[in-house]
């Protein structure tokens, strides 16, 4: 009975932008607690679960989330007390039945997220293991490749920039800990040269500088620079990689970027033009998510040379990555905490199973909580995106993965084999 379920508490807390979100506290009947909190995106794709807000505008603009700690605190909490913790998946079925909806719009995604996260922690409590050991059992051993998020576009920042996020991808090296240490001397290279350059070196919400470029072709140029400048070489030590956030330049069937507009095939050129001028290795949400036709031709043109990540497209859905394997569109998948953890988990399995890799993300909006550092390991997932080298929201997530790989005696570094899949 010691594992049984005792109590569940829900609070709302404020997240890394200063808006509310929720936390909870899981209490076994031993009393070992598991607690998680839930990030929120502020780029976000419509097909993702729903992210249940207050709307009362007397209350934090309309972003409170009371509602869902009120429903986490009673309709949630009398469904999952005195069920044994360790039985995560049927605890899962338990919430998003009764939710109801595809979406989880009724009780909201994050209420259900954070209950579900939480569950798996007071496990991992219970049973004396560390999360990630927990939650991937003896075979976890990888550390993976962090994308860091060090300049700023899009909706992450107020400049001209389109694409949302250039990324330094340090791949070639032994350990995690040399890898870290790589990107920051490139993020701290990169904001000499931008004070150099007078250009503002002030971080946006990922800790990423937010610099007033006039094209992406130039931010480019400063990370080439920049990851010189560290003493590493481009394209072998380090590579690139972009959030392009297309969705959000998408309208009327074309994309607007730079006061130019692209047809589906006309982008596609575009980006083959910037992979064969610049160390790309990654593009995330490269075209809609409604744009089938274009990840079809965007897939087949360029899946073979760089990874094509969706994010957007696929919402961490088993059932929209189920279908975009069989449509051949992307040829990597993005969890980032929508759903339940099960659900995320048979995401990341499907995946590995079709030969697609998988990167453990962070949202815009987030908390100190490590969770999905333990994730990456205990799945192998080969490569995590969490932000940039500042901000104590992102570091407190590198750091939990220096612990983890100090702890575990035979951890290898992902490397360049967290891009297994473009050497097909």
């Known amino acids: 009975n010691f594992m049984f379920i005792k109590d569940v508490k829900a609070r709302e807390i404020l997240d890394s932008r200063g808006m509310p979100t929720i936390e909870v506290d899981v ?48 309709e949630m909490k009398d469904a999952i007390i005195g069920m044994n913790v360790t039985y995560q998946r049927h605890i899962d079925q338990v919430l998003n039945r009764l939710d109801g909806t595809l979406n989880k719009k009724r009780l909201g995604a994050n209420a259900i997220l954070a209950i579900s996260l939480a569950v798996s922690r007071a496990a991992s409590q219970a049973m004396h293991m560390p999360l990630y050991h927990y939650l991937g059992g003896h075979l976890c051993h990888q550390l993976p490749v962090p994308m860091m998020n060090v300049i700023n576009g899009g909706k992450h920042a107020d400049n001209a920039l389109d694409f949302q996020e250039f990324m330094i991808v340090p791949v070639g090296f032994d350990t995690f800990k040399e890898a870290l240490r790589a990107g920051d001397e490139t993020f701290h290279a990169l904001k000499k040269l931008l004070a150099a350059q007078h250009k ?19 931010a480019l140029d400063t990370l080439v620079e920049a990851i010189q400048k560290a003493g590493y070489q481009p394209g072998k030590d380090i590579y690139i990689a972009m959030d392009v956030a297309s969705s959000e330049l998408y309208h009327d069937g074309v994309y607007n970027i730079a006061n130019k507009a692209y047809r589906s095939e006309e982008l596609i050129d575009y980006y083959q033009n910037l992979i064969s001028t610049y160390p ?18 965007l897939t087949s043109r360029l899946g073979k040379k760089v990874q094509l990540v969706g994010d957007d497209l696929f919402v961490t859905n088993v059932e929209r990555l189920k279908h975009g394997i069989q449509q051949h569109m992307g040829n990597a998948i993005k969890p980032n905490q929508i759903g339940t953890l099960s659900e995320t988990v048979d995401a990341i399995m499907w995946a590995k199973e079709h030969q697609y890799a998988t990167i453990i993300s962070h949202r815009s909006g987030e908390t100190e909580d490590t969770y999905i550092s333990d994730l990456a390991v205990a799945f192998n997932a080969k490569q995590i995106k969490t932000g940039s080298l500042s901000r104590s929201d ?28 473009l050497k097909k």
Do not use: M
């Open 27 to 74: 209490l076994t009947q031993d009393g070992h607690l598991g607690r998680a909190s839930v990030p929120s995106g502020a780029s976000t794709g419509i097909y993702e679960a729903y992210e249940l807000r207050d709307l009362d505008h007397q209350r934090y603009d309309g972003k409170g989330v009371s509602k869902a700690v009120h429903y986490a605190n009673n």
């Open 200 to 218: 503002s070196i002030n971080v946006g919400d990922e800790g990423g500088f937010a610099p007033e470029f006039s094209t992406n072709e130039e």
């Open 280 to 297: 790309i290795i990654s593009i995330e949400d490269g075209l809609d998510q409604d744009d089938e036709d274009g990840w079809i031709q």
């Open 394 to 421: 992102r570091l407190a997530k590198y750091n939990q993965l220096l612990r983890i790989e100090e702890a575990l005696d035979e951890s290898c570094y992902a490397g360049y084999d967290a891009f297994y899949h």
